[in-house]
């Protein structure tokens, strides 16, 4: 062989060690498929739902949870991991493709699984693949901002409701009757009842998983000395009860 065409033999022979290599880290990006594993998990949420509600637990298995419950589709294997009576994790692959879908209902982030390829988690209930074109952060990010939105919307409506039995508005969340914030949400109140205005209220959110971002609600028109105006990207609140928000990232 002349000495010429050694490199590229060469090449030729790394080109086809390296190609499946390159398979098997890359995760295999098949809608069908992707979308069967995760209707499959998100059908596995449903009837363990329905044993918790009979038994009072969930399942730790397929085999607690029976056939005639729960049965994944053809070529796809779910299995239940990380169970108790009160929390669960759920992973589904596909025999001859690369990486898994994994849900999680009730676990922490130590524990929940994740993806084999991507190492991600979705939130609570929502199935995540590799492959899926869906990141971790941005997932996430976005159900921060929207559990921020609701709970502006809750205030907005126990506040209103208050007003029409008291006549006025409650300076704190804690003052709400029926409020609950959830566990990782901050609210502020900032209320403004000048004479012979109509009394109003400034409520922002935040979320301590993503600091510096906010959404912020008013009510009424009136100005607020600290501003109604969310923290990233000052997004102006223009009272009626509108919510502004940051996008979380």
Same mark, same amino acid.
Not at 4 to 12: G, M, S
Not at 25 to 44: C, Q
Not at 147 to 174: M, W
Not at 191 to 213: C, H, I, K, Q, W
């Given at each position: 062989?002349?000495?010429?065409? /050694? ?21 295999? !990006? ?28 969930? =399942? /730790?298995?397929? !085999? ?7 049965? @994944? $589709? ?18 589904? #692959?596909? &025999? ?12 922490? *982030?130590? %524990?929940?699984?994740? !993806? ?7 939130? &609570? ?11 971790? #952060?941005?997932?996430?990010? $976005? ?6 939105? +609701? ?21 704190? @969340?804690? $003052? ?20 012979? /205005?109509?009394?109003?209220? +400034? ?19 009136? /100005?607020?000395?600290? *501003? =109604? ?14 919510? %502004? ?5």
């Amino acid at each position: 062989m002349p000495p010429f065409r /050694r490199p590229l033999a060469w090449l030729t022979v790394l080109l086809l060690v390296a190609a499946p290599l390159r398979a098997q880290s890359a995760p295999d !990006t098949s809608r069908a498929l992707i979308a069967r594993m995760k209707s499959d998990l998100r059908n596995l949420v449903t009837a363990q739902e329905a044993h918790y509600a009979e038994k009072g637990a969930y =399942a /730790r298995t397929l !085999t607690d949870l029976g056939p005639n419950r729960y049965r @994944a $589709s053809r070529g796809v294997k779910v299995e239940i991991v990380n169970a108790g009576s009160n929390a669960y994790g759920a992973v589904a #692959r596909t &025999e001859g493709r690369d990486g898994s879908c994994v849900i999680h209902v009730g676990l922490d *982030g130590s %524990v929940a699984p994740r !993806t084999d390829i991507e190492k991600k988690r979705l939130p &609570e209930g929502e199935p995540g693949c590799d492959g899926d074109g869906i990141t971790e #952060r941005a997932r996430l990010a $976005s159900e921060a901002e929207s559990r921020v939105t +609701l709970t502006l919307l809750l205030i907005n409506k126990l506040q209103e409701r208050r007003f029409g039995r008291l006549g006025n508005y409650a300076p704190d @969340a804690s $003052s709400l009757e029926g409020m609950r914030v959830p566990e990782t949400v901050s609210v502020t109140i900032e209320l403004a009842a000048a004479p012979n /205005r109509e009394p109003a209220f +400034l409520a922002v959110a935040t979320d301590s998983r993503y600091p510096g971002y906010s959404c912020v609600l008013a009510s009424g028109w009136a /100005r607020f000395p600290s *501003g =109604a105006t969310t923290l990233a990207e000052k997004k102006h609140a223009g009272g009626n009860s509108q919510i %502004v928000c940051d996008t979380f990232k």
